[in-house]
């Protein structure tokens, strides 16, 4: 894992300097350069694998090709054994001079071949070319900004403002996506100029011309399902055996993060099956009614764990600015605050930590999703006439206390989430269902955006206030494939990369933390879009063949235990004075008012709002005060991390 960078067209040699030093935290082992003529390229190492030969940047062994390298490639032995038997010859130990020989070889059709996570540029000195790639699933994160002719890239968008010769600008419609979504999806970013490479794809640069290409994609698969439970279930679990066992090749110490849900138990059980020493596991806490550290302690004493508990605390808070910095772009979801704090403590005592994310997205486990597929199954089973007359003015007139006790959340609903779940309900047409999906996922509405926005900001986006989806995917919008396919197929092209990966990518590597995520190998990810969907969500219970395979490796108190998001309670923590401090600070009415993108009385009714301890409403402030930080640090930059 490492921090990359590099640029052409640029006769600048400090900037490279620059640039690299903005990624030190992810590569804190080593560093090195490459310079010739207009051409630079920087990399900080987070030494995993070969320690002493696999140094960056690392070139071929004719000259001609130059690489730097972000990520791990899981199957490099294979890999390096199929080239060896084709008479090629290595001086490195290292998955980076593997790679680079099946690039020389293969071309963009190595990509392929590669079981990994990585973000890598390669250089052709002959051919003045360039070339870029992402992983499929997008674990490893990279920006890019071109300029006439010049270009630059780099692992996270604050190298990219190390560049002085062209401010960037802000982009309006990235925080409009933000305030809905809490994250900003695409190719976009909060600057214009500054753009993301999607996952699965990967880009030439030559004679000042970037040519974009994708070489994966998930697949809405429509049947048939011919096969059986139990050939399924054998499939499944070769898969993810290989996965967690791929995922333990490293030359430093490694250890796991541990909840007290099924996903996370089942890596560690796993784990604890391939290796001799117990494992080191990490959880964290936050001292309220739904914390999960009793469970995940009794997960880890069962399986003979060194665990460790963090706890994570209302003047937590205090590290925001911190985080903000850290992730580059305005994430609204306070999880980030535990998880940074995972990453730190972990780092006392490993580099490289596996992960339970992607599990939820694969195989169907979050609320929403059982949500969306019990309103589903309604809208076919009930006339419109009696959803619009009956239904509707029924659940309109039931307290919002009464209707959060329907809800599977360790938090109050409140009259903003009842309004949440009307909306939902007057989308749950199956045309529809990218719609109804991104209005679940999101935090900001229209209904809040129409008074919250100044005038000013509403004539910057031209925004039109209906519901949009996030899917450009013809093969999604065509309509094809099972509802609950369709649904999970939605989630690899923001919900996944730009929200949950960037996420932990971006809070690991601030303190030199290596995430793995075996529920996102490739190969895994490929059979769990061809599973029949009443092995992800049956009878309203999500995960269903994951949980079938746990109750083999684990005890019946962790698989039979209730479906908890890992949630931070921030509504606990809002009358706390260091977070009535933050508050008043950044969402102040001066701020708000210079600003310029919000009603300052708006924003003053939203805050007056929280006494009503309703999760969505603090979350909304929450996520304002983020928003905030970042301009002070990004824009502004009256803020010094």
């Not at 935290?25 to 030969?53: C, K, N, Q, T, W």
């Not at 995922?247 to 490694?254: A, E, G, N, Q, T």
């Not at 020493?277 to 995940?296: C, I, M, Q, R, W």
């Not at 239904?391 to 009259?415: C, E, K, R, S, W």
Request: proline share 4%.
């Amino acid at each position: 894992m490492c921090g990359i960078c590099g640029y052409i067209g640029i006769d600048d040699d400090e900037l490279i300097t620059r640039m690299t030093e903005t990624l030190a935290h992810r590569g804190p082992d080593d560093f090195g350069y490459f310079h010739e003529g207009d051409v630079h390229l920087g990399h900080r190492r987070l030494s995993i694998i070969d320690i002493a030969g696999g140094k960056q940047p690392m070139f071929s062994r004719d000259g001609s090709l130059v690489i730097v390298y972000n990520g791990e490639i899981y199957n490099f032995q294979e890999i390096k054994s199929w080239l060896t038997d084709r008479g090629h010859e290595f001086q490195t130990s290292s998955d980076t001079e593997v790679l680079l020989k099946l690039y020389q070889v293969l071309g963009p059709d190595a990509l392929d071949r590669l079981n990994g996570m990585f973000a890598f540029a390669i250089y052709d000195r002959n051919r003045k070319a360039l070339f870029v790639a992402r992983d499929r699933i997008g674990i490893k994160p990279l920006y890019y900004m071109q300029v006439g002719n010049r270009f630059l890239f780099a692992s996270e968008a604050k190298a990219l403002l190390c560049y002085r010769d062209r401010s960037p600008t802000l982009n309006p419609r990235a925080i409009d996506d933000y305030l809905r979504l809490r994250y900003v999806p695409g190719d976009t970013t909060m600057f214009k100029e500054h753009k993301r490479l999607a996952a699965g794809h990967y880009f030439t640069f030559v004679n000042g011309t970037v040519s974009i290409q994708r070489y994966w994609k998930p697949q809405i698969y429509t049947g048939p399902y011919r096969r059986g439970v139990g050939s399924y279930m054998e499939e499944f679990s070769g898969l993810l055996e290989a996965s967690v066992r791929r995922r333990l090749i490293s030359d430093v110490p490694f250890g796991a993060y541990l909840s007290g849900g099924i996903d996370s138990s089942v890596i560690v059980a796993l784990m604890s099956q391939m290796v001799s020493s117990p494992v080191k596991t990490f959880s964290v806490g936050f001292d309220y009614k739904h914390d999960e550290l009793n469970e995940a302690a009794f997960t880890a004493n069962h399986l003979g764990c060194d665990h460790h508990e963090i706890p994570c605390r209302a003047e937590d808070i205090s590290l925001l600015p911190q985080i903000v910095y850290n992730m580059d772009e305005p994430m609204g979801d306070a999880i980030t605050i535990p998880m940074f704090q995972l990453s730190q403590a972990a780092k006392q005592e490993v580099t490289v930590i596996l992960t339970g994310e992607g599990g939820d997205e694969v195989f169907g486990g979050y609320l929403f999703h059982k949500l969306m597929w019990a309103g589903n199954v309604y809208q076919k089973l009930t006339p419109k006439f009696i959803q619009n007359r009956l239904v509707l003015p029924i659940l309109a007139q039931i307290p919002a206390q009464a209707m959060n006790t329907l809800f599977q959340y360790p938090a109050y609903l409140g009259d903003r989430g009842k309004l949440k779940v009307l909306d939902y309900l007057k989308l749950l047409d199956p045309s529809q269902v990218d719609q109804a999906y991104r209005h679940l996922i999101s935090l900001f509405d229209s209904r809040d955006m129409v008074n919250l926005y100044s005038a000013r900001f509403k004539e910057q986006i031209k925004v039109d206030y209906q519901n949009k989806g996030l899917s450009n995917s013809k093969e999604f919008l065509s309509g094809n494939g099972h509802y609950l396919n369709r649904l999970l197929h939605l989630q690899f092209d923001h919900w996944l990369p730009d929200n949950m990966l960037l996420r932990q990518d971006k809070t690991g590597m601030a303190n030199a933390i290596e995430g793995r995520v075996p529920y996102l190998d490739h190969t895994l990810v490929e059979f769990a879009l061809r599973l029949p969907p009443n092995l992800k969500l049956k009878h309203l219970v999500g995960k269903y063949i994951l949980r079938r395979f746990a109750a083999e490796i684990l005890p019946r108190q962790v698989t039979k235990r209730k479906k908890m998001p890992f949630y931070v309670p921030i509504e606990n923590y809002f009358q706390q004075s260091i977070f009535q401090e933050q508050m008043n600070e950044f969402l102040s009415e001066s701020s708000v008012r210079n600003r310029g993108i919000f009603h300052p009385a708006a924003v003053l009714k939203l805050k007056e709002s929280m006494v009503r301890n309703e999760f969505m409403l603090v979350k909304q402030v929450f996520s304002l005060m983020v928003l905030e930080m970042w301009f002070r640090i990004f824009v502004d930059q009256t803020i010094s991390i």
